[in-house]
Nanobody, 115 residues
Framework: QVQVVESGGGLVQPGGSLRLSCVAS????????MGWYRQAPGKQRELVAS???????NYKDPVKGRFTISRDNATSTAYLQINELKPEDTAIYYC?????????WGQGTQVTVSS
């Protein structure tokens, strides 16, 4: 099995930055995709960004230019750098690991943007 654990959330003022981390552990397959999703109160969970093990990235249009996803394959860690945070970015951010065997979700990390 595979487990993922997120960290790095918190309370940030508008215009601030955060870096979220997601560590995958267990029976990692060399070819996989790791992604960040978010779920705001009363809304559905939505994809924010994803990155394959070969480095291909995909972003939700509204976050392009402010969010950057990256990964370190040696440690099976995915990062989400979030800049110019806005109140509407407030949500629980979930990490997702996906290979041909498993789709695994983390517990989520809360990001709150407020002055």
């Amino acid at each position: 099995q595979v487990q993922v654990v997120e960290s790095g959330g918190g309370l940030v003022q508008p215009g601030g930055s955060l870096r979220l981390s997601c560590v995958a552990s267990g029976n990692i397959f060399i070819i996989n995709t790791m992604g960040w999703y978010r779920q705001a109160p009363g809304k559905q969970r939505e994809l924010v960004a994803s990155i394959t093990s070969s480095g291909e990235t995909n972003y939700k249009d509204p976050v392009k230019g402010r969010f950057t996803i990256s990964r370190d394959n040696a440690t099976s860690t995915a990062y989400l750098q979030i800049n110019e945070l806005k109140p509407e970015d407030t949500a629980i951010y979930y990490c997702n690991y996906d290979d041909f065997r498993y789709v695994v979700w983390g517990q989520g990390t809360q990001v709150t943007v407020s002055s």
